[in-house]
């Protein structure tokens, strides 16, 4: 399976992003796709998941209401919506994908390769 995000940018705070995840290989139905993010001398932290079959998702409380999670299942991708960004939002922004939906980043086996988020104030 390989993973590749994009998306990502320099915004000011208040803005939007989407950032998106095509996959390609072996993308099996009940397996569950994750974003998690990464700030300089963080560790990384748990943002969104999905079910591939989008019936289940999951959000990080410091996201909730802001961010949004989707999957076309069409296209082999996912989705995360930004909105009303914040600087503590700024990290490297990884996809994933593991055996189900989680917020652990250990029960993901399959990642991309990172995509800049910075949002100044």
């Known amino acids: 399976v390989q993973l590749q995000a994009s998306g990502g940018g320099l915004v000011q705070a208040g803005a939007s992003l989407r950032l998106s995840c095509a996959a390609s290989g072996r993308t099996f139905s009940s397996r569950g796709m994750g974003w998690f993010r990464q700030a300089p001398g963080k560790v990384r932290e748990f943002v969104a998941a999905i079910s591939w079959s989008g019936g289940s998702t999951m959000y990080a409380d410091s996201v909730k209401g802001r961010f949004m999670i989707s999957s076309d299942n069409a296209k082999n991708t996912v989705f995360l919506q930004m909105n009303s960004l914040k600087p503590e939002d700024t990290a490297i922004y990884y996809c994933?994908?593991?055996?189900?939906?989680?917020?652990?980043?250990?029960?993901?086996?399959?990642w991309g390769q990172g995509t800049q988020v910075t949002v100044s104030s």
């Open positions: 994933a994908q593991g055996d189900s939906t989680s917020d652990s980043r250990y029960e993901y086996d399959y």
